[in-house]
């Protein structure tokens, strides 16, 4: 047995714990390292900004078409209101429109349209059918007419109430369901539906701001209604009685059997000994058919005498006056002046005929009560020997008509109406005469001119005569009846008529007031205000 020393065996001890303390130290280094050195997590690709916001224009005009579609259908599906106005049921509606306006239905016998108010939005009034009790009434008891548009206008009111209500209801409720269809958002919807709210607020504001009451003095009448006037008034009644188009329903009421017996499509007023009838006519463009069509004009407006703004030809050639022989047989003075397809052959010819008053050169003649003057056009187009001589030349025609009306007021014998083919030599007489008439254009007109001559431009009474098949839709027949004071010899109306060109066989009668001569707003008997029932009445 070996004996250590124990100084030797703490010597070692003490040597063996700094090695294992070394070794330690050692060991716990590439672990210390290993965590200081660990590599940070790759960084994710950046994704765009704009690739995760949507469109805000795209957003905007899905709403806008969620709103308009939404409102639309809300209107046409819920949107209707029936009211009862004075003996006839109605059906209310508001449509949408770019123009506005106010447009009656009264099947079969046709529309009367009003230029009512601009906005979006447009009043369709349907006539649904006459109440028998009340309309038996009006018939067995006529004095109740005079308090006829009271009623009307009440029963206006209290339905285009119901109707604004209901169609607010409408368009908030249409585009609330269309907008929780589309987006399937609740907050989304509820946006829809208060834009279209807002819409239609728009819509009534601009409305009410642009309302014309004055619309029911020139409203367009078609189809069978093209025969209104004949049983709403006269002439006269439109410029002194304005009470008469309050009393439009009742006249049609009563009268209703009498638009069913219309054997033509064209209208008629009643005789009216007060005013002038002028039917002028122009570029008819040897169409035969419009000899028809004056006949029964002259026929059924009790027309006094007939002015043609020339072209009534078309080439001018002898072997075309056989064509102007119906005149002799229309029954009426008929005043011409040449136009640029008439020759002077075709002038001389028509002035061998005893009711035809050829104008030339300025020089006046009274005919039917009215003192005529014009000119015959300076050129002749269809003689292509010779160059045409242009607007300078109309305008050289324009100073003879305008000298000769001049000279004719120096000898206090002042013309009623000049007469000239083109409207460039037309508008020279202005400040001459109160009224000029001329055509050519192919399309009806009307300007007032600045020195106050009123410039009446006819459309074609041919349609175009055979250059109506080409176009792709036919030339409309064009005329109209002038109405003239026989005490002042002034223009109090006119009605444009507007006949189907070739093959076609639709009729339309606007009426028209002169600016000078519409009626002020007046109470009619048994009425305590005159606004209501003046702007109300005929809408019915």
């Known amino acids: 047995m070996v004996r250590v020393p124990v100084a030797a065996l703490r010597t070692l001890t003490s040597r063996l714990r700094t090695t294992t303390n070394r070794l330690r130290s050692t060991t716990s280094r590439p672990r210390t390292a290993r965590r200081a050195i660990r590599p940070l997590p790759a960084p994710q690709p950046a994704t765009p900004e704009l690739a995760a916001r949507p469109r805000p224009w795209l957003q905007a005009l899905g709403l806008t078409a969620v709103v308009l579609v939404g409102a639309w259908l809300g209107l046409l599906i819920v949107g209707n209101v029936r ?39 447009r009043l369709d009034v349907n006539v649904d059918q006459l109440d028998p009790l009340r309309s038996q009434a009006l018939v067995d008891h006529p004095e109740r007419i005079s308090g006829l548009q009271t009623e009307v206008a009440k029963d206006v009111e209290h339905g285009t109430l119901d109707l604004a209500v209901r169609s607010c209801a409408a368009v908030v409720a249409g585009a609330t369901t269309l907008g929780l269809a589309v987006y399937r958002s609740p907050r989304r919807a509820l946006t829809a539906g208060g834009l279209a709210l807002t819409l239609l607020a728009a819509s009534g504001a601009s409305a009410y701001a642009t309302w014309n009451p004055k619309s029911v003095l020139e409203p367009k009448f078609s189809g069978l209604l093209s025969s209104a006037p004949a049983v709403v008034g006269n002439a006269r009644s439109i410029v002194t009685d304005f009470d008469v188009y309050q009393k439009e329903l009742a006249r049609l009421v009563t009268n209703v059997t009498k638009l069913y017996d219309v054997t ?75 136009g640029n ?9 028509l002035e061998r005929m005893k009711n035809v008053h050829v104008l030339d050169d300025g020089r006046a003649q009274t005919v039917a009560g009215l003192r005529f003057a014009g000119i015959g056009d300076p ?14 030349a109309e305008r050289l025609a324009g100073d003879r008509l305008a000298s000769a009306l001049r000279d004719q007021k120096a000898r206090h014998a002042p013309v009623d109406i000049a007469v000239a083919h083109e409207p460039v030599a037309a508008r020279e007489t202005d400040g001459e005469v109160p009224l000029v008439l001329c055509g050519h254009l192919h399309h009806e007109g009307d300007e007032l001119l600045p020195y106050g001559t009123r410039l009446r431009m006819e459309g074609s009474t041919g349609g ?52 000078e001569n519409r009626p002020k707003t007046a109470p009619s008997p048994g009425a305590s205000s005159p606004s209501p029932s003046t702007s109300s009445t005929p809408s019915p």
């Open 83 to 121: 009211a009862p106005v004075g003996p006839m049921n109605t059906t209310m509606a508001l449509r949408p429109s770019l123009s506005g306006g106010t447009k009656i239905n009264i099947s079969p016998l046709g529309a009367l349209t009003l230029d009512s108010h601009v906005a979006p939005v």
């Open 264 to 338: 033509s499509t064209l209208p008629a007023y009643q005789p009216d000994p007060s005013t002038i009838r002028v039917l002028h006519v122009s570029d008819i463009h040897l169409n035969p058919a419009s000899w028809k069509i004056i006949a029964s004009l002259v026929e059924q407006y009790k027309v006094n005498v007939i002015v043609d703004s020339g072209d009534t030809m078309d080439h001018g050639i002898a072997a075309e006056n056989g064509f102007l022989d119906p005149i002799r047989d229309l029954g009426v003075p008929y005043v011409w002046v040449r």
């Open 341 to 349: 397809h008439d020759s002077r052959t075709t002038q001389r010819y």
């Open 379 to 392: 050129q002749f187009t269809p003689d292509r020997s010779v160059a045409p001589g242009g607007d300078a």
């Open 464 to 515: 175009s005569g055979l250059r109506a098949v080409e176009r792709e839709y036919p030339a409309p027949i064009e005329a109209s009846i002038l109405y003239l004071g026989r005490g002042n010899h002034r223009l109090q109306a006119w009605d444009a008529i507007k006949l189907g060109g070739l093959g076609e066989t639709t009729a339309e009668v606007s009426r028209h007031l002169a600016d």
